[in-house]
């Protein structure tokens, strides 16, 4: 059987085990989020798990994080959204952190790096809305305000924050001429699946709600 075969059978009902797998980004978009430091410059930060209902985003980070520091006293940032191309820059953002001295529970896989842009080879883009700039490599950029943030998990290791986007940016290439609709079939995430990073297979279909049916074919 084929693999794509093998993704697309429904399971039978004894093929189901029970299992603990340490962590479930089963299939989550990456985003980059930028905030400022205590001294005005910038930090950028990887996360995999973000969710988006109408223009509010909610977003789950580590609480021993430079990000979620910045927002607590300066509640302002950019939700930059990657796509596949980007995997490596997201990846060599992903063992730093923006904290110094590195909290001890990170010590052993994480370091400091005062420079995330530099550090990944990303540019920095000033935002309209907001002080974070965007990053300009990305071809989706959300502004945003921080409206809650809250504990989370049974030992209150991250934190949910819940954010308002005030600016939507798109580049070119991804916007149906003419119309404030993004287009599908020009635009794919950077996903990370059980720790690797995915873009889009091919389109299957649309929902009964979309506004671009058939992508650039609809213009």
């Given at each position: 059987?084929?693999?794509?075969?093998?993704?697309?059978?429904?399971?039978?009902?004894?093929?189901?085990?029970?299992?603990?797998?340490?962590?479930?980004?089963?299939?989550?978009?990456?985003?980059?989020?930028?905030?400022?430091?205590?001294?005005?410059?910038?930090?950028?930060?990887?996360?995999?798990?973000?969710?988006?209902?109408?223009?509010?985003?909610?977003?789950?980070?580590g609480r021993e994080s430079r990000t979620v520091e910045n927002l607590d006293a300066r509640p302002e940032l950019v939700i930059n959204l990657p796509g596949p191309g980007l995997w490596r820059q997201v990846e060599a953002l992903a063992p730093l952190t923006g904290t110094d001295p590195v909290p001890e529970a990170k010590r052993a896989t994480y370091r400091y790096e005062p420079d995330k842009f530099a550090a990944a080879g990303l540019t920095s883009q000033p935002a309209e809305t907001v002080r974070p700039p965007r990053v300009a490599e990305c071809r989706l950029q959300l502004e945003a305000v921080v409206r809650e943030m809250r504990p989370g998990g049974a030992d209150g290791h991250f934190r949910i924050v819940e954010c308002e986007v005030l600016r939507v940016h798109a580049d070119a290439s991804v916007?149906?001429?003419?119309?404030?609709?993004?287009?599908?079939?020009?635009?794919?995430?950077?996903?990370?699946?059980?720790?690797?990073?995915?873009?889009?297979?091919?389109?299957l279909g649309h929902g009964f709600r979309s506004e671009t049916p058939r992508g650039r074919n609809s213009r």
């Open positions: 059987m084929s693999a794509t075969a093998n993704a697309t059978t429904t399971a039978r009902p004894e093929q189901h085990l029970p299992i603990a797998p340490s962590i479930l980004y089963f299939g989550t978009p990456v985003a980059l989020l930028a905030t400022e430091n205590p001294d005005g410059t910038p930090n950028l930060a990887p996360v995999s798990s973000a969710w988006a209902l109408g223009y509010t985003v909610v977003l789950g980070i916007v149906v001429p003419g119309t404030q609709h993004v287009d599908p079939s020009a635009w794919s995430p950077l996903i990370y699946n059980f720790r690797h990073y995915h873009g889009l297979a091919p389109e």
